[in-house]
């Protein structure tokens, strides 16, 4: 399996997600600079948290247009799938490879802990190493992921089984409480239609080695190399 990962100015998760893509591939991803307009054929691209472009002008917003994305678009619609992490997430709505939006958080503040997932569906390549319904443990950082989408948009997320993950409580309970940037839902990641395409706000690489306090994220990335060969 090979992967690469898209690196913006100002991200800074994109050593995270090399290093836990490494313990699982047993390789090196491939670095891809936002300006490179092509580069070679991978099973996977990657595109980390930070803060792209520093934040401005909206979040993912000027990443979104740098000349690498028109290729990860491209590839993305050929079937390739790509993995959106915070601002990865945020990119990918403002390219519109997944509905919706990434506002900020309800109750104004960065947020930067660890929060509880329910595991919505097992079918896709980024959620197959969870059973569905499980709760996990992945860590948050960020001041702009309040998921928002209209009315019609919400349905289809949900008729068509492609919300990935919720907000949870530790016994997988999906409240209020939980909710921890106000996203509509409790929606923590979603799916496009192909399911090729998932974006999340919370952090597996973060906890994806015991030394790091955690292993719940490492199963998604051992999957990859099962399916992604």
């Known amino acids: 399996m090979n ?11 994109d050593r ?4 836990a893509l490494a313990h699982s591939m047993g390789r090196a991803p491939l670095r891809v600079w936002h ?6 054929q991978v099973d996977l691209i990657v595109l980390p948290g930070g803060f792209s472009y520093g934040d401005y002008l909206r979040s ?3 990443a979104a247009r740098s000349p690498v994305m028109r290729e990860v678009i491209a590839r993305a619609n050929r079937g390739v799938p790509v993995l959106g992490i915070c601002n990865g997430f ?5 390219t519109g490879l997944l509905p919706g939006a ?3 958080n309800a109750k104004l503040k960065f947020i930067c802990r660890d929060v509880y997932l329910k595991v919505e569906t097992s079918n896709s390549a ?5 059973a569905e319904g499980a709760v996990v443990r992945f860590p948050v950082a960020h001041a702009d992921g309040n998921y928002y989408a209209d009315a019609e948009t919400l349905k289809r997320l949900e008729d068509e089984g492609r919300i990935a993950f919720r907000y949870c409580d530790p016994r997988g309970r999906v409240t209020a409480e939980a909710n921890v940037n106000g996203s509509l839902g409790n929606i ?3 799916l496009n239609e192909k399911r090729n395409v998932l974006g999340l706000m919370p952090h597996p690489e973060r906890l994806a080695d015991a030394e790091l306090g955690g292993t719940d994220g490492r199963a998604m990335f051992d999957h990859f190399v099962r399916v992604l060969h």
Request: net charge negative; charged share 20%.
């Open 188 to 190: 923590a990641g979603i």
């Open 60 to 62: 993912g917003a000027m």
């Open 90 to 94: 945020q990119v990918l709505t403002e």
């Open 3 to 13: 992967a690469a990962v898209i690196v913006f100015p100002g991200s800074n998760c």
């Open 16 to 19: 995270d997600v090399e290093v």
């Open 126 to 130: 980024f959620t197959g190493g969870y």
């Open 35 to 40: 300006r490179d307009s092509d580069f070679p």
């Open 102 to 104: 990434l506002m900020r």
